[in-house]
T-cell receptor
Framework: AQSVTQPDIHITVSEGASLELRCNYS??????LFWYVQSPGQGLQLLLK??????LVQGIKGFEAEFKRSQSSFNLRKPSVHWSDAAEYFC????????????FGAGTILRVKS | ETGVTQSPTHLIKTRGQQVTLRCSSQ?????VSWYQQALGQGPQFIFQ???????GRGNFPPRFSGLQFPNYSSELNVNALELDDSALYLC????????????FGAGSRLTVL
């Protein structure tokens, strides 16, 4: 069965510092991988996605993620965090065999200190 | 291009009651999925509708049911509400051709007392 693990429930970084949010997945087939962001009281906004090809994908708001098949990971990174990045981040996995169903991790809450 | 809109945004029900949540999909999207997000958890897949038929279901009991209409809008119905049904219910639409790229609405926050 598909599963997604986000090991860090909370992360606090200083504004301007770099960020890495971890995501590990368990899936037998070739996965589709996503990162979504959720601000309080809001729905989910897609940051970036990986379907195939280049393992380093660029997203919106200066985020990027790297797919590492050998480590079953899809970590999200940003070189310099802004206070407006404070939100909850969700990693999700899907696959063609499962249609449009996504399996989400439990999320990582990012706090940004000034 | 309009996004995904959901109504109502908040509602309070009591145990045993029934609730209907509504979703209008993004223009050009023909597939609607529903997710339940309990407090402190990631969203969990309830079911998906495509061409007015259920097209996949997660681990939810039959008292969770849905509909999709010819204009691709959708309803989620939950009967015999339980306290654990308290959650944010998210609707997401997608273009079948754009496999797995979901556009989410802001959700309907259901509280069951």
């Amino acid at each position: 069965a598909q599963s997604v693990t986000q090991p860090d429930i909370h992360i606090t970084v200083s504004e301007g510092a770099s960020l890495e949010l971890r995501c590990n997945y368990s899936y037998g087939a070739t996965p589709y991988l996503f990162w979504y962001v959720q601000s309080p009281g809001q729905g989910l906004q897609l940051l970036l996605k990986y379907f195939s090809g280049d393992t380093l994908v660029q997203g919106i708001k200066g985020f990027e993620a790297e797919f590492k098949r050998s480590q079953s990971s899809f970590n999200l990174r940003k070189p310099s965090v802004h206070w407006s990045d404070a939100a909850e981040y969700f990693c999700a996995v899907g696959a063609r065999e499962y249609g449009n169903k996504l399996v989400f991790g439990a999320g990582t809450i990012l706090r940004v200190k000034s | 291009e309009t996004g995904v809109t959901q109504s109502p945004t908040h509602l309070i029900k009591t145990r045993g009651q029934q609730v209907t949540l509504r979703c209008s999909s993004q223009s050009g999207h023909n597939t609607v999925s529903w997710y339940q997000q309990a407090l402190g958890q990631g969203p969990q897949f309830i079911f998906q509708y495509y061409r007015e038929e259920e097209n996949g279901r997660g681990n939810f009991p039959p008292r969770f049911s849905g509909l999709q209409f010819p204009n691709y809008s959708s309803e989620l119905n939950v009967n015999a509400l339980e306290l654990d049904d308290s959650a944010l219910y998210l609707c997401a639409s997608s273009d079948r051709a754009g496999a797995n790229v979901l556009t989410f609405g802001a959700g309907s926050r259901l509280t069951v007392l």
